[in-house]
């Protein structure tokens, strides 16, 4: 048998499962770890110490949530949805990271992680972004910080995203179209790596649960401010602080992680995820990864993705841009492989589906990713009893997907 204590990070007290599971090394199980090359090894070790010695740093948490409060807006409200509950023969409560300043969860580590630079003396930060979500939420972080910000955005990705780049040209970022590859999202984050190779001293702030030791860790550590509010204010509504049920999306990983860091050891919780099935998962138009993905190394870590047989990462599809990546966080990889988690692929059509009933019955909008996670609540009807409790993320608002939800007005 397992001890839990092998688990546990000692470098981590604050954290119900040292850190959600990660061991000393960045590992998940099998998955995890960080396979970079040897010129960044010192830059990687100098964060993690950074970042173990934050994580614990009383004036460092005062200051995050002094931002997290009256920046950000948090507490983000939980909300019961009282038509949707009706709808599902149950009671679903609604976390609104939708609410968020800026629009999504994302604002959460981006915030942690430039103060973290700041305290590491960074003066350069450095980006990946794909539908400019991530972007977004980093080039803010930059001009509150007085930082010096350069995204790296996929050619196709700057084309088909004009407002978000605006959005950060306004607030002071480079960005930087990359032409490798397909323009996307990988190409994106290649591109960042070899500019962080090359350039040490930047900071570079990664979007979700992905990346090399520390980073899955270092994000899901920013983003459980998600679960930590959704406990007491489960305690406040419904009288205990756990849900029977949590939902969430998964791209990288980080909004499902930040809400399901608190409960992973808590046999209480059922947790369900959702990824994109794009067209289907059997037609190849697809990016569920977990469904579908091998294990492999993407990005500096060991994790499930979509590949053929030479290795070769297989371009991902969904109408999502926020979930369309090959890869996976590799928490998300363990906590499938070993049964913690049940994963769903959810097809375009579902998710916009889902994103209508949502408007129609609350009055919410969500963004398309979130619409991925609401889609389940249809995958499930039935299994959803009278008297259990649901809690699911709604990741972001849906602003930016207009144009996609406008083609399918009925
Ligand atoms: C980026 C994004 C996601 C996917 O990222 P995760 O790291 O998996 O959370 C989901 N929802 C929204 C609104 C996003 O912007």
Redesign the pocket.
Known sequence: MENKDSFRDETNTNSPLGVGGVSPFGYYGEFGGAYIPEILHGTVEKLKEAYFAIKTDESFKAEYYELLKHYVGRPSPLYFAKRLSAEYGTNIYLKREDLNHTG???INNALGQILLAKRMGKTRIIAETGAG??GVATATACALMGLECIVFMGKTDVERQFLNVQKMRMLGATVEPVISGNMTLKDATNEAIRYWCSNPDSFYIIG??VGPHPYPDMVAFFQSVISEEIKWQLQEQVGRDYPDYLIA????????MGTYYHYLDDDRVKIISAEAGGLGVETGETAATISIGTTGIIHGAKTLLMQDEDGQIIEPYSISA??DYPGIGPAHAHFASIGRTKVYPVNDDEALEAAFELTRLEGIIP?I??AHALAILKKNKGNFKQDEVVVLTV??RGDKDMDTYVKYFK
């Not at 999306?249 to 499902?256: L, Q, T």
């Open positions: 999504a969860h994302k979500q991530h979700s649960t999306c998964v791209g990288g990983g980080s909004n499902a926020g979930l963004a990713e979130s990741s972001g």
